[in-house]
C-alpha cells in the first residue's frame, strides 16, 4: 500500500519560477512514459531525495528532475514529451 | 550570502572531522526518490551481469549463507547530512565478485524501483563496499533500502543504492539516475563532488 | 493564471516578521514585511527559508493566508511533529526576526473571482489556509459566488480560523461551513467522530450537476480521498483542484 509519502507538484512552483519567468505548475505535460496527460501541479512530487523527483500520476514513470546546486540548476523534462502552456 | 535567522538551528550541527559543507544529524533522514519497493524474499533476487554476458545471482537465502562483515562506518549524504559510525552488517562486494571474470572498469548498480548509479569496479572492491542487509542490530528496514541496498560509504550516499538487486559491470562509464541529473559523475565527498563539473 | 507573476525570475528575499498571531495551541499566524510585495491572488504559496549562522538551511512552502486586498503577506503556520521549520516559526519566532520568503508562486491553485461557478472548499487540518484567502478574496471584492467549505479536523480546538468563520458565515452571505471532526466532537454533535465521507460531501457540498469549481488541501492521502469521492459523485476531475501537503501535512 503506497504510504502516499509524496506531495505534488505545486511545491515545484517556487523552484521552477526562479528558472522560467511563467508559473509552470499551470502547464500540462505529457508522460512520456504513458501518454496520460496531466497538470504539473498534479504529478507526485518526491521532495525528500537528492533532488526534486516528479512522477505520473498514472504510472510512476519519472516526468521531471531538479537538482540545485548553490548558483546553478539542472532541470530535466524528458520524462514530458511536450509541455503545454497557455499564453493567452 | 544568504540571511541568517536569529535562533534557527535546524538539525544541522557543525562538525570539524566532516567533509566539507556537511552537518551532523542524530536521526537517519529517509530519502526517496519515489515508492518504496515491497520485495518479497523468496523472489529477490541478486545478480551480478559481466560485460561478455555472464550471470551470477544469488537467492535470499543464498546471500545470507555467504560470509558477512558488521562494519561500522560515517556515511554522508549530498544533502549535507552526514552520520558517523553507523553499523551495519552485510557481504563484501570482494566475496561476490570473487568467481566473477571481468576486465571491465565500471560498474552500474540496479535497484527494484529503477534507480541506479555508476562506480568505478575500483571504489567497490578491497574492503570498500558491501550488500548490507542489517543496519543498527535490525534487519534493514524497506525506507531505508531493505531488505538490501549497496554501501560505499566513502562516496556520497546517492551511491549506495537502496533496494540494490544487480551489479552491471561496464568497460565505459554511463552515469546512473541522479549522474544524469545533474549529480557528479564520481562523488567523493572530501573533495566536495556534489554536481556536474564540480 | 495568476496575474501577480511579473516577467522576471523570482529569487529569495529577506523579510521580517512584522507580527505573530496566536491562531490554535499549534497554529500561528505570521505577518510578513517583504518590500517590493506584489500582492497576491487566492491560493498562492511562498516558500520561506531558514538559514542558521552555520550555514545550514531549511525551506518550506506555506500557503498565503491574506486577503490579497489587504496587499500584505501573512502565513499561518500549523506545527508539524518534529517540523524544523513550523517548529521555529510557531515556537522560537519574535517580530523582528528575519526569514528568507519566495513568492507569491503558483498558478494552479488559484480561484479569481471572474469565475462564477459554485465553489466547493475541502480542507484537512493546515490545508485550511489557502482556501481562507479565497474565502476572504470573495468577501473583498463582494463576489455572489455561493461557496461552501467542509473543514476536516481532528477536534473543535484544531480548527483555525473558527471565530472568523463564524463571523463570515453569518455576515459575508453564501458562505456555508461543515466540520468533520475526526477525533473529538462537541456536546450534542450530530455526527460520532470520524473521518470526512461521502455522505457529508453529498449533505454539505454541491450537486455535481451544478459543475463547481472544487478546491481540496492537505495531506496527502486526505486529497487523494477526498478527490475520489468527488469523481465517483459525478464530478469532472479536471474541475477539481488539488494541493497535498504530504503525509504529515503543511
Sequence with gaps: ???????????????????????????????????????????????????????????????????????????????????EVPLA | MAVVTRGFTGRGHSDPKLPPGQYLTEDFPVLSAGPTPRIDLNKWQFTVVTEAGGRHTWSWQELLALPSEDVTVDIHCVTKWSKLGTRWRGVSIDTLLADVESSADYVMAHSYGGYTTNLPLEDLTDGQAWIAYRFDGENLAPEHGGPARLLVPHLYF?????????????????PGFWESAGYHIYGDPWREQRYYGD | MARATVLRRLTWQAASIADIRVETDTARTIVLDLPGWPGHVAGQHVDI?????????????????????????????????????????????????????????????????????????????????????????????HSRVPFRLIYSTRGPADAIYADELRRRVRDDRGVDVAYAYTRTVPEGWPRPPGRLDAALLTASGWPADLGPAAFVCGPTGFVETVANLLVAQGNEPARIKTERFGPTGG
Design chain 3, 49 to 141: 527559508r531558514l538559514t542558521a549562522d552555520n550555514g545550514y538551511s531549511a525551506q518550506r512552502s506555506y500557503s498565503v493566508a491574506s486577503a490579497p486586498a489587504d496587499g500584505r503577506l501573512e502565513v499561518t503556520v500549523q506545527r508539524v511533529p518534529d517540523g524544523e521549520v513550523s517548529g521555529y516559526l510557531v515556537d522560537i519566532a519574535q517580530p523582528g526576526d528575519v526569514v528568507e520568503v519566495r513568492g507569491p508562486v503558483g498558478g494552479y491553485f488559484t480561484w479569481e473571482p471572474e469565475d462564477p461557478s459554485p465553489v466547493l472548499l475541502v480542507a484537512g487540518g493546515s490545508g485550511i489556509v489557502p482556501l481562507m484567502s479565497m474565502i476572504r478574496a470573495r468577501s473583498d471584492v
Design chain 1, 1 to 83: 500500500m503506497d504510504p502516499m509519502d509524496y506531495m505534488d507538484g505545486n511545491m515545484l512552483a517556487g523552484e521552477l519560477r526562479e528558472i522560467f519567468s511563467m508559473d509552470v505548475t499551470a502547464a500540462r505535460g505529457r508522460c512520456a512514459g504513458c501518454g496520460r496527460m496531466g497538470m504539473v501541479a498534479e504529478t507526485r512530487v518526491y521532495q525528500h531525495a537528492a533532488g526534486l523527483v516528479a512522477r505520473c500520476p498514472g504510472c510512476d514513470a519519472v516526468l521531471i528532475r531538479l537538482v540545485r546546486a548553490p548558483d546553478r540548476a539542472y532541470l530535466d523534462l524528458h520524462g514530458m514529451s511536450f509541455l
Design chain 2, 158 to 174: 546517492w551511491k549506495s543504492a537502496k533496494w540494490v538487486n544487480g551489479l552491471e559491470m561496464m568497460p565505459e562509464d554511463s
